[in-house]
C-alpha cells in the first residue's frame, strides 16, 4: 500500500483563512479584480481549474475569457505532447503584450508542464513576464502562494515539489457547467507506460476515501446535475491503494444506487486492469453508461511490450468482444499512438488490423512526441516524421470509413438522450446538442428550455461526428 500523507484540515483552514483575507481586500474595492483561467490537456486539469475557480470565487475575484481586461492570468497547463507545450509557451509569450497594456496584471502557471525541471528553467530564462509557477502538489496552496505575489514577495515565485503527492480533501469548486460535472476518484498514475509523462508530473496513484466520492456525487445529484463523469488516468486500479477490497467497480454500483435520473459516465480505462467485474457491473447498473473508453495504442505485441502496457493485441481482442457479449450496443472509444521509436510498417499494420477487427465507434490518434525522461525518448527512433504521417493518414482514413459506416446505421432508430447544451451555429437550423448513453452526440432543434433534460429521439441522419435527431 502506497505511503500517501494526506494534507490536515489545520492545513486547510490555515488556506481558507488566506482566502478570506484576500476576499476582504478585494471586496474593498470598486469592483472585484477580473480572473482568467485558461484550461488545457485532460478532463483532469478541467477539474482541477474549477478547483482554482473555486478557490479564486472565495478570494473575491470575478471571472472574465478577455486577457487585456483580467487582472490575473491563470495557465493551468499540459505535457503530454510537444504540440501541447508548443501552444502554451506561445500563449504565454504573448502576454507580453496584455502586460505592457496593464503592468499590473499577475500571470500564473500551473500544472503538468511546470512540474518538469527543464521548463522551469526555461520560464526562469525566457518569460519573465510570468510572476508565479505552481507545481500540481501545491493545488491546495494556491492561496497562500497568491498572497506572497500580491503582497510581501517582491520577485518571481516558483513553488514545485518533487513529491508521490498528498491526499487533499474538501478544496471549493466552481463548475462551469450545470448539467455535466466531473468527479475525480483518483489522482496520478503509477502505470509509467514508457512514452508518459504523466506519472512524471502527476505523482502516485492516489483514490479519494469511496464516502468522500459518494458524499460529492449525492450533493451534485442534489444541485441538479445530469451527467457525472468520474475520473481518473486508470479508473480501473481504483482502491488499490486504499487497503481492503473497494474497487471501481464497487463505486460505479454504490453510486447507480443514488436515487435520480442521472448518468454516470467515467475515464481512463486501461485494458490491462479492465476486468470481466467491470463488464458486468456496467451492464447491470442501468445508470452507468454503455460506453468505455478503452485505450489500445498499438496493435502489435512487440511495440505493447517496449510501451509496457501488459497486454497483448489477442488478450485487447478478448477484452473487446468480452464486452460485447454483456453488452451488445457498448460504444468503445480509444487512444493509439502512431510512430512510436522503431516502428516498422509491418508493425503498423497490426494496428490497422486492430481497427478493422474493433470497429471503433471513436479514435483519438496520436503522433509519437518525445517526452524528456520518459524511457521511449531515448530509443533509437530511425523513422521520419513523413513516414509516420503517412501511415497517420492511412489510419485516419480508414477509421473515418468505419465510423461513417456506423454512424448511417442509427439513421432511423430511437435513441434517450441527454440534452446538454446549445451547439455552435448551424445552417440546418440545429441549435442544441445531446449525447446518447453511448456517449454519440446528436444534434437537435428545440427550446433551451430542454438543457438538462433526458428525452427519446428519432435519428434522422449522420455525419462522421454527429448524428441530427428529432424530439419525439
Ligand atoms: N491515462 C490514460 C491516457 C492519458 S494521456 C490511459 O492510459 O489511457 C491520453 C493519450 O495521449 C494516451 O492514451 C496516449 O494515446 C497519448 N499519449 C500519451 N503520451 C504520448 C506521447 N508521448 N506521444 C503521443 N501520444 C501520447
Ligand atoms: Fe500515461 Fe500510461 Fe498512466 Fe495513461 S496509464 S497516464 S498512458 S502512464
Ligand atoms: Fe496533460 Fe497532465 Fe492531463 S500532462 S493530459 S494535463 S494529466
Redesign the pocket.
Known sequence: MANIPSVDSVELERQAGIMQRIYELNTALSSPPLAFVDTYGCQQNEADSEKIRGMLHEMGYGFTDDEYEADLIVINTCAIREHAEMRILGNVGALVHTKRKNPEQKIVLCGCMVQQEHMIERIKKSFHQVDLVFGTHELYRFPELMDRMLSTHKGRIFEVRKIDGERVEGLPVLRQDSVKAWLSVMYG?N???SY?I??YVRGRERSRAPEAIFDEARQLIDSGYKEITLLG??VNSYGRDLGGDTDFSYLLSEINKIPGDFIIRFM?S?PKDATDRLFQTMADCEKVENHIHL?FQSGNDRLLKAMNRNYTKQSYLELVEKARSLMPDISITSDVIVGFPGETDEEFEDTLDLVRKVRFDMLFTFIYSPREGTPAAKMPDPFTREEKQRRFDRLIALHNEIVAEKQAAHVGKVARVLIDGESRKDSRGYNLTSRTSEGRLVLLKGSKELIGQFRNVLITDSTTWSLCGEIC
Open positions: 498514475c502505470n509509467f507506460c508518459c504523466v506519472p488516468q486508470n481512463t486501461h485505450p
